[in-house]
Every structure is written in C-alpha cells, then in structure tokens.
C-alpha cells in the first residue's frame, strides 16, 4: 500500500500565499513523479504543477506564481503558491507515480485532497 498525505490548505485573502505539501510513505521502491492537481466546483480535474527526474511542468495559469519543489524529507513535494486569486480556490490533490514493493508495479496514486480557498 502506498499512501499520500496532503497538508498546508486553508483560507487565504487574494494575493496571499500557502504552501502545500505531500508525503508518500507505504511500500515504495522508487518515485517517478509527485504532482499537484485541482478540482473547483463543477470542473474538471487539471494539473497544476509536476516534478521528476525530467525536471518540472506547470500549467499556463500557475507559471510564475506557483512552484513544486522536492524538500528534504524523503518521498515529500512542496507546492508554495504566491499571488493567490480567487479562481485557484479548488481542492487540490497529490499525485504520485509510484513503484510499489508490494505490486511490483508502477502505478498513480492519490491523496484525499485539501481545501485551498482565496476569498477576502
């Protein structure tokens, strides 16, 4: 099993700033990508930012404001998210693409999602 736990969400005010962070832990062999997506209400799911060993990815609406970033911790992504507008509000998800110990498979797997709300 592999598990990945988001924190950092919250309420901001419009041009705020938050940071989100995921930590995979569980019966991992190796990580080929952690990622962040979002969902707002009556949307879809979009990609907000991607990092691997190829080097990282961010939607056009994110660039410059927003940057995905491994931390010390091992297995953990950072997400710090400047300028905030009221459009990101969304419940953002990790992501990550993981070799598991257990299935001997690469698989994608997913976190229960924070709440990130900009509104003053």
């Known amino acids: 099993q592999v598990q990945l736990v988001e924190s950092g969400g919250g309420l901001v005010q419009p041009g705020g700033s938050l940071r989100l962070s995921c930590a995979a832990s569980g019966s991992i062999l190796g990580i080929y990508a952690m990622g962040w997506y979002r969902q707002a209400p009556g949307k879809q799911r979009e990609l907000v930012a991607q990092?691997?060993?190829?080097?990282?990815e961010y939607a056009d609406f994110v660039k410059g404001r927003f940057t995905i970033s491994p931390v010390t911790v091992q297995n953990t992504v950072a997400l710090q998210m400047n300028s905030l507008k009221p459009e990101d509000t969304a419940v953002y998800y990790c992501?990550?693409?993981?070799?598991?110990?257990?299935?001997?498979?690469?698989?994608?797997?997913w976190g229960q999602g924070t709440q990130v709300t900009v509104s003053s």
């Open positions: 992501t990550a693409r993981v070799l598991s110990h257990t299935t001997s498979q690469i698989d994608d797997y």
């Open positions: 990092i691997s060993n190829s080097g990282t």
